[in-house]
């Protein structure tokens, strides 16, 4: 009885062990399109309208794939004001039939820099600890105007980056490969720290030095 409970005891420690996944101190890009310095065209993008502005209402989302599992740290991304109230509405989204799905998160940019005026101003969303990114998963960054009136612009990168975006009128995503918009995802690599191994590796070393001594008492 008491090799079960020593083994069962094993098994309780590794799985605990998996759950305790832990942010490492230093952020990775996830993603990045911008040249140095945050630079993009200040000249195209991609339109993001409310249903009374002039191009009727228009909502886009660009795709990213994380290559390794990432707490979230920070997202930045260009986009300008044309007319209407100076706004735009953000979400993160996983996928859902190749488009966006639900979203994670959500936010919004005000006072937006008039579209041509600059190529180098970006909006900045940090994020506290709790979105794990998984590896493999795509996402969605997601924009949709503030208000009704709203038309504005996620600018296009100037680095030639093309990817999964889609476009939303009202009723349907449809998706397609365009110019990326230019943002930046960062986040930090989720692992175990060193002092998450050490209680580990010290809890395993008792347990297995606990099953010897029970087999060497019942020979």
Known sequence: MKNKNISRSAVILLGLM????????????IFNDFRAGHRYNSGAGLTIAGPQSMPGFREWGEAFTPNARFDLTEIEMALGWVAGVNGVTVSLDTSNGGGPGKAL?????????????????????????????????????????????????????????????????????????????????????????PNTWFLFVTGLIGILGAIRKEKAATR
Do not use: C
Request: net charge neutral; proline share 5%.
């Open 105 to 193: 998160a959500s936010w919004s940019f005000v006072g937006l820099p008039q579209v041509g005026t600059t190529n180098s101003i970006v909006q900045t969303m940090a994020f506290a600890h709790g979105i794990v990114l998984q590896p493999g998963q795509t996402y969605w960054l997601v924009t949709t105007p503030f208000a009704a009136n709203t038309q504005a612009v996620w600018n296009l990168n100037s680095t030639g980056v093309t990817g999964l975006g889609a476009v939303n009128f009202g009723n349907v995503w449809f998706t397609t490969q365009v110019s990326s918009g230019a943002f930046e995802v960062l986040g930090k690599s989720v692992v175990p720290e």
């Open 18 to 29: 998996a759950s305790f996944p832990i942010a490492s101190r230093a952020d990775s890009i």
